[in-house]
Every structure is written in structure tokens, then in C-alpha cells.
């Protein structure tokens, strides 16, 4: 890969921290909860989305009308959930992330984190992983952006737009964006930005190819040598 990238955007779970599949089950618990029944396939696809959305469509492909009352119900339930977990099986990094964010940031190269979370889902998060944000030499990730912050999330492109006015970066084509899930692909696409499938997550990487990912790679480990141009599709 030759060209330059000034800015690396990641999603967070699956792809740049391990959450034991969490956010997956806690998703599936809430539209379950709600009467829909959660087929895998439908699952995969609205993985990524803002998770507001991502109930709103379950409950209808599981032939529950989604009202706004039940969304609300559901969001919370998977809140709730989400909680739960995590505070029996806490989080971490994935293995070789940490080094591998430290990495590109010594070559100067931004690093944000975009995610389907709210704020108040995510900050913690981060927060319990001791992660710091900003442009110093102690923070892990110069910038964060979670669905707090845009009109719309995934695939909709915003929240790498707005990775990039936090970060300074105004080119596009300087922007490398990755995630685990399909819809990671699609905002990269729509963003305009070299689009990365990565398969920490549970999605199969003929499902990120069908996407549009530019690369399918094994884990962010490896985005510092798709960088060097040593690495391969």
C-alpha cells in the first residue's frame, strides 16, 4: 500500500478491545426480551449500527413492531445487559493493539476510536481500560467519536468526518478506517476513506469482502504493515 495515511480510524468492540462477545449477546438479549425472534444473519448485518437502530430494525425483522416505546424498553434492556457483562468479564485490549496504537501515533499518524456506542456506554469503557484521550504523549488515541456525536451512525460516513475535524486531517483519501463488521466497511466506503475488514470480531471475511473492504486483515496489529506496503489482501 502506498498511499499515505495521516489518520486511522477504529471501531472499538471487536476490533480494537475484547469484549468477550458482550455487545453481540447483549444485543440479541434486548430484541429478544422485546418477543422478536434474532435470526444470525440479520444480527451480523446491524452489529455496528447505532445500537438505537440497530433494535429498531431486529424487533421488525423479528416481527415485533417497533414503537417507540419498545425501542426505548430494548435500548435500555441492552444498556442493562451491557453492564452486566461487563462487570462480571470485564474488557481488555485486544492482544498487540496498545503497541500497535502507540505505533502509528510515533509515526505521527492520528489515531481515532468511532463506535456505535453512546457516550455513556462508551467513555467508561474506556475509561475502565485506562485509555486516555487526546494529543499527548501519555493518551492511547487522539480522538474518540462515539453516536452522541453525529445525526447518524454506521454506515452513515459522519463519525469518520468528524474524526477527521477533531484530528485536523482534511483529506479523505489519507484516511484509513477498520472495523469487524460489515456495516464498519460500508461508513469507510461512504466516507471515502481506504476501508478495512478486520476478524477479531465474529464476522467470516467473505462477508467484509462483500462489503467492499480495500483489505481484509487479521487484527489492527497488522494495519502497520499494510502501511509499509508489506502486507497482503
Keep these: 500500500m502506498t498511499r499515505t495515511i495521516d489518520l486511522v480510524a477504529l471501531d472499538m468492540a471487536g476490533t480494537t478491545i475484547d469484549d468477550g462477545g458482550a455487545v453481540y449477546e447483549a444485543l440479541r438479549g434486548a430484541v429478544e426480551d422485546g418477543g422478536a425472534a434474532v435470526a444470525q444473519a440479520d444480527l451480523q448485518v446491524w452489529m455496528g449500527t447505532d445500537k438505537v437502530e440497530a433494535i429498531t430494525n431486529l424487533l421488525r425483522l423479528g416481527g415485533v413492531e417497533p414503537t417507540p416505546e419498545r425501542v426505548d424498553a430494548g435500548f435500555a434492556r441492552f444498556r442493562e445487559r451491557l453492564q452486566e457483562a461487563y462487570a462480571s468479564t470485564p474488557p481488555s485490549a485486544i492482544d498487540g493493539v496498545p503497541a500497535a496504537l502507540a505505533g502509528l501515533r510515533g509515526r505521527g499518524i492520528k489515531v481515532?476510536?468511532?463506535?456505535?456506542?453512546?457516550?455513556?456506554?462508551?467513555?467508561?469503557?474506556?475509561?475502565?481500560?485506562?485509555?486516555?484521550?487526546?494529543?499527548?504523549?501519555?493518551?492511547?488515541?487522539?480522538?474518540?467519536v462515539t453516536t452522541s456525536d453525529v445525526a447518524a451512525g454506521r454506515p452513515a460516513p459522519?463519525?469518520?468526518?468528524r474524526a477527521m475535524e477533531r484530528t485536523g486531517v482534511r483529506d479523505v483519501r489519507r484516511v484509513l478506517a477498520a472495523g469487524d463488521t460489515a456495516v464498519d466497511v460500508?461508513?469507510?466506503?461512504?466516507?471515502?476513506?481506504?476501508?478495512?475488514?478486520?476478524?477479531?470480531?465474529?464476522?467470516?471475511?467473505?462477508?467484509?469482502?462483500?462489503?467492499g473492504a480495500d483489505h481484509v486483515l487479521g487484527g489492527v496489529v497488522d494495519i502497520p504493515t499494510l502501511l509499509d506496503g508489506a502486507a497482503q489482501d
Design 112 to 144: 481515532a476510536l468511532t463506535t456505535g456506542f453512546d457516550d455513556a456506554v462508551a467513555l467508561p469503557l474506556l475509561a475502565a481500560l485506562g485509555w486516555k484521550i487526546g494529543d499527548g504523549a501519555d493518551a492511547t488515541v487522539d480522538a474518540v
Design 158 to 161: 459522519y463519525m469518520i468526518h
Design 186 to 211: 460500508q461508513a469507510a466506503n461512504n466516507a471515502g476513506a481506504v476501508s478495512v475488514g478486520v476478524l477479531t470480531g465474529k464476522a467470516d471475511p467473505q462477508m467484509l469482502a462483500d462489503a
